[in-house]
């Protein structure tokens, strides 16, 4: 909850500094930084939606409209699983931060990205502790509840080679104990298949698809559907 508070307050600072940098924007300044060609497309392109739908307020919405919605939220019910995603979003909110940081001359905007920069190192030091803490009291493997016999055991420690080549084969994930410590790692470089390729009946007539007879009388080229 600590957390969850302070990522809502995060939303409301960044809303908020676009919406002051956006209000009262003089034309000149925009004029200068369209010399930079990047900067230049940016302001060709810019969503008006800031003067049409928010009336120059902030708004919560990405670069492209998108509104920010609970869809963010990841909430399983699986603690190691949330904090996975939750590392996982904190390392590319840190990521775009800095990117944000290097490419603005804004004094004031580089402090606040600093600020947000420092919490996500944080809050991925914060995610990792409760990870490993978890990981050492649960396995690595989530969930961890299910049945291992449950499993197709024979492919639970296996990796295939799809590449060309056998790089991959000198991994430590190809080989060794495996990272659950349930299994040895094996490196299968010429996978064969386990069934045979399945046949798909045809859509019922009141689907009204494209009908197997005319795909196939050489009208449509096959690498077209």
Same mark, same amino acid.
């Given at each position: 909850?600590?957390?969850?508070?302070?990522? %809502? =307050?995060?939303?409301?600072?960044?809303?908020? $500094?676009?919406? &002051? *940098?956006?209000?009262?924007?003089?034309?000149?300044?925009?004029?200068?930084?369209?010399?930079?060609?990047?900067?230049?497309?940016?302001?060709?392109?810019?969503?008006?939606?800031?003067?049409?739908?928010?009336?120059?307020?902030? $708004?919560?919405?990405?670069?492209?409209? /998108?509104?920010?919605? #609970?869809?963010?939220?990841?909430?399983?019910?699986?603690?190691?699983?949330?904090?996975? #995603?939750?590392?996982?979003?904190?390392?590319?909110? &840190?990521?775009?931060?800095? &990117?944000?940081?290097?490419?603005?001359?804004?004094?004031? @905007?580089?402090?606040? *990205?600093? !600020? *947000?920069? =420092?919490?996500?190192?944080?809050?991925?030091?914060?995610?990792?502790? =409760?990870?490993?803490?978890?990981?050492?009291?649960?396995?690595?493997?989530?969930?961890?509840?299910?049945?291992?016999? *449950?499993?197709?055991?024979?492919?639970?420690? @296996? %990796?295939?080679?799809?590449?060309?080549?056998?790089?991959?084969?000198?991994?430590? !994930?190809? /080989?060794?104990?495996?990272?659950?410590?349930?299994?040895?790692?094996?490196?299968?470089?010429?996978?064969?298949?386990?069934?045979?390729?399945?046949?798909?009946?045809?859509?019922?007539?009141?689907?009204?698809?494209?009908?197997?007879?005319?795909?196939?009388?050489?009208?449509?080229?096959? /690498? $077209?559907?």
């Amino acid at each position: 909850m600590d957390t969850g508070a302070e990522e %809502l =307050a995060h939303i409301e600072m960044l809303a908020t $500094m676009i919406a &002051r *940098l956006l209000d009262g924007a003089p034309v000149g300044d925009q004029e200068i930084a369209a010399q930079d060609p990047v900067i230049g497309a940016i302001l060709g392109g810019m969503n008006p939606q800031h003067a049409i739908v928010s009336g120059l307020g902030a $708004m919560p919405a990405d670069s492209v409209g /998108n509104r920010w919605t #609970a869809d963010y939220i990841i909430a399983s019910g699986n603690l190691l699983a949330d904090f996975r #995603a939750n590392l996982n979003a904190e390392s590319q909110g &840190r990521l775009q931060a800095v &990117r944000l940081y290097e490419a603005t001359t804004d004094r004031g @905007v580089k402090d606040m *990205l600093s !600020w *947000l920069i =420092a919490r996500d190192t944080m809050h991925q030091n914060q995610w990792i502790a =409760a990870i490993s803490e978890l990981e050492s009291k649960e396995n690595i493997v989530v969930p961890s509840t299910f049945p291992r016999e *449950l499993e197709k055991r024979e492919v639970s420690h @296996v %990796l295939f080679n799809f590449s060309h080549g056998n790089e991959s084969a000198t991994g430590r !994930w190809a /080989n060794g104990p495996s990272m659950d410590g349930e299994g040895v790692f094996k490196y299968v470089e010429n996978p064969q298949p386990f069934a045979k390729k399945p046949k798909l009946r045809p859509a019922p007539p009141y689907i009204h698809d494209t009908l197997p007879a005319v795909l196939q009388n050489g009208l449509i080229p096959p /690498n $077209m559907y």
